[in-house]
């Protein structure tokens, strides 16, 4: 049993060391907002924050996240209140939306350490989560208004 | 506007025509008969019935979706083009998912009917039959109200989910009508003449919510990749490297030995391994060797057969005709000049994010299955997943999911029919996932092709004569948007197509083949423009009698780019058509070019589009922008090749799409003013892309590309030609 802390709560999770955060939070913990996309790091889908740095849960391993604090999509805000949240809504961002936990929590890392980013460093930050859809232009609008609007 | 808890996906039909008090409007699917019928007629009918329309005493609106959403918005489109007629506030209205059942809740398509949502079909499939439909129960609650105010219904009019008597001030709401009228026995008839002019439209042309939306920023949105169920296992297939090679052994025993192996399963073209949660399945899936038998791609190289084969079947004469008009010949041998082309397209993967899954869950008889999926075409899902069980249709239960993307690859559902499979032969509820690279690796691709291109000049200078052969595997996957009349009026012109095949998975991509066919014409416009000295606009003015839909939307896109204003330094621009699904644009792009690693960067893209009435101008922009990118993509980075018969791109490293640092900077979007009905804008805006592109590199660089995508190599070596 794996201990560690999730979106607030403590948490145990019957698995082994090596297996992927995303597919403990996902499949043992159904805390499925969280996605996967590629299992190798490319796309971000599966993008969480592990004390409080944006990762890919897909290559961190359950064993390395014991003990540590970890924030889903889930967890973000209680109830979609979050600037980036609200944002999305009021940009109509997601197409799919299967990108969009990863995208949002990635750019929540982001406006946690600079909340007036400039466009190049959103880009910059957030080149790492793959939008198929290619909402890429309303993602860099939803940040700079969130940023704004806070 | 409120969708329902995004877990529960499935409408219960009696609950929903016996349930609370109020109105429900159903569909009989009796043919050519009255398309709603009542409440009662339902229940006691014995055709098919479903609801798809109930107002309640506390005046609130349900609709019934019937478009399967991918992030195209159609699920909240269909509606509003039913709330429209039916006058509804559209904040009272909440949507449920319709079940997989197209006699019902299906547009009709040559005599039947079908909820398959390809070729950018939703809105304008529907967009008359469920107006017609809102009218009518429109119609109904003005009756209900007439006979209760004893007043003739046509002096009552009608405000949101309000019924107004001018007359007398009178007033009430649809909730009001719900509490105490029934649905009549027989629905009043409508026909178009009663639907509105779009000059009283209230909601359609003015944006909302989409209804998805707030579910796709909190993760609560339901993807069948995130169904759980009690005791539920998991499982991955491995499909042979060339693709459709059957299993021929495996070593079956040690893997059964790993930990969490609960069965392996031998499909027809793969072998599934079942395990106790997922990372077991993969540690399994990696352990597992499979021998294959021979497939039809064995030894195939696609690029050897491009560069080779391709060029030798294009002088064959096994030629299929797709169209022709007038006699071509005449024209070539009457040219005053002729310009000659050869253009490449490589293969292209759908790539929704989303890996392909689905779950299944059978009855402890074995004889009813339950499937979660996510599919373009809930109908033929839930048929193909019966005929591969051997059941009846009823014995399929169907839950319809968001998509994670589809893009053409979800409307067959050949991984969910491996789910149900495998649910089968284990026993227990099953959620199957392909991996990225099993998606990847047995992926149905655009397909790679040559096209070969010739006009004709008159003394004139006018095109008098065109040819243009597309030769490649897929047939029909070839030659969408190969037709120039749509645009171009070219007299004299012969279109045709020459097979080949290389046993390789093929389906359609985004707008299918427009893309590459718009490259080609394109660009050959483009060269004839620059041959002649003229302005891309000017050239096609002159020489290319342009369709008066055509001329609008490059005077509208030469205006909205300011076409003739200077650029940047180390800027230029790039013209082309576009067209596919009834909807025709123009476009242009600004790029430029990274001459350090021959990469081309486009900056800003402006559209023109002629898409008929846009019934959410917001959701058609957003559609627009998507289709954009993905045709950056695929021309900037999207390669997939096939060496030794396999597909040799495996994940997101080498079958790259575009990232964000590549995403234009700007994107302006246009519709034309018009009263015509919708037409498609799911795929309008990747076409424009290779054309516009290419040509806006030879502005740049004066020189051509001929071979898509545009990858550093390419670019070098036409930089160096």
């Avoid at chain 2, 009690?230 to 790993?258: C, E, F, I, Q």
């Avoid at chain 2, 620059?530 to 001329?551: G, I, V, Y």
Wanted: charge should be negative.
């Amino acid at each position: 049993m794996i201990k560690l802390n999730v979106n607030g709560k403590k948490v145990g999770v019957a698995a082994e060391r090596k297996t992927p955060l995303l597919w403990a939070l996902r499949e043992h913990l159904e805390l499925t907002g969280t996605k996967y996309g590629c299992g190798a790091g490319h796309c971000g889908a599966c993008v969480v924050h592990l004390n409080g740095r944006a990762v890919k849960s897909c290559r961190v391993a359950l064993g390395v996240a014991a003990g540590g604090e970890v924030t889903t999509i889930e967890g973000l805000s209680p109830d979609a209140s979050h600037p980036l949240q609200k944002a999305w809504i009021a940009e109509q961002v997601p197409q799919c939306g299967y990108c969009h936990s990863g995208q949002i929590m990635q750019a929540a890392e982001l406006l946690e350490s600079n909340p007036s980013p400039t466009r190049e460093e959103i880009v910059s930050h957030m080149n790492g989560v793959l939008c198929r859809c290619g909402t890429y232009t309303r993602i860099v609008s939803a940040i700079q208004r969130a940023a704004r609007e806070g | 506007m409120q969708t329902n808890d995004a877990k529960t996906h499935q409408i219960s039909r009696r609950e929903f025509l016996g349930g609370a008090a109020g109105l429900t409007f159903a569909a009989s699917i009796a043919p050519g008969g009255a398309w709603l019928v009542s409440d009662a007629n339902a229940k006691s009918t014995e055709h098919e019935i479903g609801a798809w329309v109930r107002i309640t005493p506390d005046n609130r609106i349900t609709i019934i979706t019937p478009a399967a959403e991918m992030g195209q918005g159609s699920m909240t489109g269909v509606p509003v083009a039913l709330a429209e007629e039916l006058d509804a506030d559209w904040s009272t209205v909440t949507l449920e998912m319709a079940p997989a059942e197209p006699e019902i809740y299906g547009y009709d398509r040559r005599g039947g009917r079908v909820m398959r949502i390809t070729g950018s079909r939703a809105i304008r499939s529907y967009f008359t039959q469920v107006r017609l439909a809102g009218a009518q129960v429109r119609k109904a609650l003005l009756n209900a109200a007439a006979e209760d105010w004893g007043v003739d219904a046509t002096t009552l009019t009608t405000e949101p989910n309000t019924v107004v008597h001018a007359a007398s001030g009178r007033r009430m709401t649809y909730g009001d009508i719900a509490a105490f009228a029934n649905v009549p026995e027989t629905m009043p008839a409508v026909t178009e003449a009663d639907l509105k002019q779009p000059a009283d439209f209230r909601l359609i042309g003015t944006p909302v919510d989409r209804a998805d939306i707030p579910a796709k920023v909190d993760g609560s949105a339901m993807f069948s990749i995130d169904v759980q169920l009690p005791g539920m296992v998991y499982a991955s297939t491995a499909h042979a490297p060339v693709h459709l090679a059957p299993p021929l052994k495996w070593n079956d025993a040690a893997v059964r030995k790993l930990p969490g192996v609960i069965d392996i399963v031998q499909l027809e073209h793969g072998v599934a391994v079942v395990a106790d949660n997922f990372e077991n399945v993969l540690a399994a899936r990696k352990a597992l060797k499979v021998e294959w038998q021979k497939g039809a791609a064995e030894g195939y190289d696609s690029e050897a057969a491009l560069d080779e084969r391709y060029k030798a079947v294009a002088g064959d004469k096994d030629t299929r005709a797709v169209a022709q008009a007038g006699d071509a010949d005449a024209a070539f041998a009457s040219a005053a000049k002729v310009y000659k082309a050869d253009y490449r397209s490589d293969y292209g993967y759908h790539a929704q994010m989303e890996p392909l899954n689905a779950v299944a869950r059978f009855n402890g008889a074995g004889d009813r299955v339950e499937i979660w999926e996510g599919t373009q075409s809930p109908g033929s899902s839930r048929a193909s997943i019966a005929k591969a069980l051997g059941f009846d249709r009823s014995q399929v239960i169907h839950h319809q999911m968001y998509m994670g993307g589809a893009f053409g690859r979800r409307s067959i559902t050949d991984y969910t029919v491996e789910a149900a499979l495998i649910a089968r032969e284990t026993k227990k509820p099953v959620k199957m996932i392909w991996t990225r690279e099993e998606d990847l690796a047995f992926a149905m691709f655009r397909p790679q092709n040559l096209q070969c291109l010739e006009a004709a000049l008159d003394d004139d200078g006018r095109i008098a004569g065109w040819r243009h052969c597309v030769i490649g595997d897929g047939d029909r996957l070839l030659y969408s948007g190969i037709n120039i009349e749509d645009y171009y009026g070219v007299a004299n012109r012969v279109i045709e197509q020459r097979g080949v095949s290389h046993g390789i998975r093929l389906k359609h991509w985004r707008a299918v083949a427009h893309p590459f066919n718009l490259f080609a014409i394109e660009s050959l416009v483009d060269e004839m423009a620059a041959d002649h000295d003229l302005d891309p606009f000017e050239f096609r003015r002159r020489h290319m009698a342009m369709t008066p839909k055509a001329k609008a939307v490059f005077d509208a896109v030469e205006a909205l780019s300011d076409w003739h204003a200077p650029r940047p330094e180390g800027r230029a621009l790039g013209l082309s058509v576009t067209e596919r699904s009834g909807s025709l644009g123009a476009g242009v792009v600004e790029i430029s070019l990274d001459r350090d690693r021959n990469r081309i960067r486009v900056h800003k893209v402006w559209a023109a589009i002629d898409g008929g009435i846009v019934v959410q101008p917001d959701m058609a922009r957003a559609n627009i922008e998507s289709g954009i990118v993905y045709g950056m993509s695929s021309v900037l980075r999207e390669r997939a090749t096939m060496k030794a018969g396999a597909v040799v791109q495996s994940n997101f490293h080498d079958y790259q799409v575009l990232r964000m640092a590549e995403a234009p900077e700007e994107i302006q979007i246009e519709f034309m003013e018009r009263n015509t009905p919708p037409t498609g804008l799911g795929e309008i805006g990747n076409p424009l892309i290779p054309a516009a592109v290419a040509n806006a590199f030879y502005a740049l660089t004066g020189k051509r590309l001929y071979h898509m995508p545009f990858t550093p190599e390419r670019v070098s070596a036409a930089l160096e030609a």
